[in-house]
């Protein structure tokens, strides 16, 4: 099995665990980086945006209550490191309030996020709107050997004021 594969088969099971934990509270799942491009490397993290209803306040306890699906998820993970694989999750949790705030981490979400759970596709029309508003600007994202940067405003002019 390629390596690739072996992180389909956990996204697939941490799509699964996702809707257990979070319910009907679930928007949206998304995987980023270079799982999202389909380049990870053995010990690359699986880097995933979850867009939850009601989640706990505070970084800590959201990371407190995903504990829960790292727990669920545990017996994947003992797999893959016995198969030399030795990836954690990286997860970033925001609700749909949250993420309507916007948020410079998307810049890097819109080319490389596969949407794996996007109730009525929430996630994909704030990507689409991103994208269209970058359009406007001329914005590009410029590629320096495995690394990009954005030139957001190709014209911006010193002193200019700009939205995204």
Request: hydrophobic share 45%; net charge neutral.
């Amino acid at each position: 099995m390629t390596l690739s594969a072996r992180f389909d088969e956990v996204l697939t099971a941490l799509a699964a665990a996702c809707q257990r934990h979070y319910g009907k509270r679930l928007v949206s799942l998304a995987v980023f980086g270079s799982v999202g491009r389909r380049t990870p490397r053995p010990d690359s993290d699986i880097d995933i945006l979850i867009v939850a209803e009601d989640l706990p306040r505070g970084r800590v306890a959201r990371v407190g209550d995903f504990a829960k699906i790292e727990a669920d998820m545990g017996e994947t993970f003992r797999r893959l490191r016995s198969e030399g694989v030795t990836t954690e999750l990286s997860p970033v949790l925001k609700t749909p309030s949250e993420v309507d705030q916007g948020s410079p981490l998307f810049l890097d979400m819109l080319d490389d996020a596969r949407l794996l759970v996007d109730r009525d596709a929430f996630l994909a029309q704030v990507f689409e709107r991103i994208r269209a508003r970058l359009a406007r600007l001329g914005a590009r994202r410029i590629w320096r050997g495995n690394a990009w940067f954005w030139d957001l405003k190709p014209d911006y002019k010193p002193g200019e004021v700009f939205e995204l």
